[in-house]
């Protein structure tokens, strides 16, 4: 019997501000860097082993934020569990894809990228390219590029979320803040922006 995402529980708390806006920055710039259909980021959730959308880009913004799954199941789930990026061109051919939790989310990808966001050893969760251009997913290259992308994601998630609560979210002297601003520059420079 297929198991469906599952709308997140009420009790669970939602990321502050800072951390959504952030994640949906990643989102929003991973799709424009591989000119994808859609882009994720699920963070694991351990103790109840599932993947939770925490910012979504294209196709099922609109529903798919707070939706879990399984953390054991599908491509994510391997990504999550191997601590590997994997692209897979075509996802009909693929025995990881699992067509189930794509149909449950009302969008099943041809093709997609995913990358682990780690942060010292400590996998926290999967960034998510689906669909995109046959040119960004070409070789090594972009699936490193993917990688260090995601690298930088999960290090600017640790920075936010290791220093809350703070008593002003952008005090100019706040070192979290003084971090972040490093790595969005560091990524702007990679992107040759």
Same mark, same amino acid.
């Not at 936010?160 to 420079?189: F, G, I, K, M, N």
């Given at each position: 019997m297929a198991q469906t995402i599952a709308p997140a529980v009420s009790a669970v708390p939602r990321p502050?501000?800072?951390?959504?806006?952030?994640?949906?920055?990643v989102v929003d710039t991973a799709r424009? +860097?591989?000119?994808?259909?859609?882009?994720?980021?699920?963070?694991?959730?351990a103790a109840a082993d599932e993947l939770?959308?925490?910012?979504?880009?294209?196709?099922?913004?609109?529903?798919?934020?707070?939706?879990?799954?399984?953390?054991?199941?599908?491509? #994510?789930?391997w990504v999550a569990a191997s601590g590997e990026p994997m692209v897979v061109d075509d996802l009909h051919e693929s025995a990881s894809f699992d067509r189930d939790i794509a149909e449950s989310t009302g969008y099943v990808p041809n093709a997609l990228m995913a990358a682990p966001? +780690?942060?010292r050893d400590r996998v926290l969760g999967v960034l998510e390219v689906l669909d995109p251009s046959p040119q960004a997913r070409s070789g090594l290259p972009e699936l490193d590029l993917l990688?260090?992308? #995601?690298?930088?994601?999960?290090?600017?998630?640790?920075?936010?979320?290791?220093?809350?609560?703070?008593? #002003?979210?952008?005090?100019p002297d706040d070192p979290s803040r003084t971090e972040l601003l490093r790595l969005l520059s560091e990524a702007r420079r990679l992107l040759g922006e």
């Amino acid at each position: 019997m297929a198991q469906t995402i599952a709308p997140a529980v009420s009790a669970v708390p939602r990321p502050d501000p800072a951390v959504a806006e952030l994640l949906q920055s990643v989102v929003d710039t991973a799709r424009a +860097i591989f000119g994808a259909q859609a882009s994720s980021i699920m963070l694991l959730d351990a103790a109840a082993d599932e993947l939770i959308f925490e910012a979504v880009s294209g196709q099922g913004q609109e529903f798919l934020v707070g939706r879990r799954f399984p953390a054991g199941r599908g491509i #994510a789930g391997w990504v999550a569990a191997s601590g590997e990026p994997m692209v897979v061109d075509d996802l009909h051919e693929s025995a990881s894809f699992d067509r189930d939790i794509a149909e449950s989310t009302g969008y099943v990808p041809n093709a997609l990228m995913a990358a682990p966001l +780690i942060r010292r050893d400590r996998v926290l969760g999967v960034l998510e390219v689906l669909d995109p251009s046959p040119q960004a997913r070409s070789g090594l290259p972009e699936l490193d590029l993917l990688g260090l992308f #995601a690298r930088q994601a999960a290090v600017a998630l640790h920075v936010l979320t290791a220093y809350a609560p703070r008593p #002003a979210p952008y005090a100019p002297d706040d070192p979290s803040r003084t971090e972040l601003l490093r790595l969005l520059s560091e990524a702007r420079r990679l992107l040759g922006e």
